[in-house]
């Protein structure tokens, strides 16, 4: 077990994983206690190396929506704003506060990413 310093030690690695979980593995077998330390190099690389945006509030929004099988209206009784819903899946109004707090209580979607929309 070393640590991942590239790409090709990344793939190798992946590959490991990958043959690992296809196998019956036994608790405290050392199969396992593999599974366990690459998952961590792996998820240590994946976090230096591939950097991820957080997305868009509105994308977030629709994302979640179709998630949960909601609704326009659906949406507009969780923010109490009927007419306001196209306005903010089409970009024209920002949410409130009190939008993003129902927003984020409802369908649970994180507050860093609904403020953005503020």
Known sequence: MKPIKNEVDYEISLERAFKLIQMDLKDNSNELDELETISILI?????KNYIMEAPDPVE???FRMEQMNL???DLSEILGYKSRVPEILNRK????LE???K???KLGISLDILI???
Do not use: F, G, P
């Open 71 to 73: 609704s326009k209206k």
């Open 60 to 62: 977030a929004i629709k």
């Open 116 to 118: 953005k929309a503020y």
């Open 99 to 101: 939008m993003i707090s």
């Open 43 to 47: 998820e240590d690389y994946e976090k």
């Open 103 to 105: 927003l984020n209580e």
């Open 93 to 96: 109004r920002k949410l409130s």
